[in-house]
């Protein structure tokens, strides 16, 4: 199963239309498109789903969301590295 997991905006690299960030999700940071959330800035927190950021969320909504992933298990198969 895959899910939207919340992280936070790091870096942004790269101008419209091929914006990317690096994002923070706990200690573990990811490349992520945010071709979908124009209006993403660095430190917002964003839904990512697949490597795309699919929208904004605060940042009380973010770790409460996260929380509940961790809580649920379900993080560890969806940031586990690519290659495994």
Known sequence: MCLAIPGKILEIQGEEPLRNARV???????????????????GDYVMVHVGFAISRVDAVEAERTYKLLQEMGALEAELAPADQ
């Not at 940071?29 to 800035?41: S, Y």
């Open 24 to 42: 923070q999700f706990g200690g573990i940071v990811r490349q992520v498109c945010l071709n979908f959330v124009p209006e993403a800035g660095l």
